[in-house]
């Protein structure tokens, strides 16, 4: 299994950046895809999921990122709009084959992480 995560950059505050997932070797329509991110000396931190249905939030990023996933091409989006400086962080996508949680630790897949930053 593979998920390769990519689209982070650097953006000024109330910007916008689009990230993408492309996963291989795995059943991709049946996985929970998740993001999480990690800031500087802090422990990594749901952002959002999404299995079928409604897609879910961590409170720090509703009404500011969309989590969206094309099952045809085995990609998950994360929109990220109205960025802050606190978003700063490494950003990983994540699959779970039986999980629609947010706890990391349930996560069976992990990307190699995108850098994210915003400067104020």
């Known amino acids: 299994v593979q998920l390769q995560a990519s689209g982070g950059g650097l953006v000024q505050a109330g910007g916008s950046l689009r990230l993408s997932c492309a996963a291989s070797g795995l059943t991709f329509s049946s996985y929970t895809m998740g993001w999480f991110r990690q800031a500087p000396g802090k422990e990594r931190e749901f952002v959002a999921r999404i299995r079928s249905g409604s897609p879910y939030y961590a409170d720090s990023v509703k009404g500011r990122f969309t989590i969206s996933r094309d099952n045809a091409k085995n990609t998950v989006y994360l929109q990220m709009n109205s960025l802050k400086p606190e978003d700063t962080a490494v950003y990983y996508c994540?699959?779970?084959?039986?999980?629609?949680?947010?706890?990391?630790?349930?996560?069976?897949?992990w990307g190699q992480g995108t850098l994210v930053t915003v400067s104020s």
């Open positions: 994540a699959a779970a084959a039986y999980y629609s949680g947010t706890y990391s630790s349930a996560f069976n897949y």
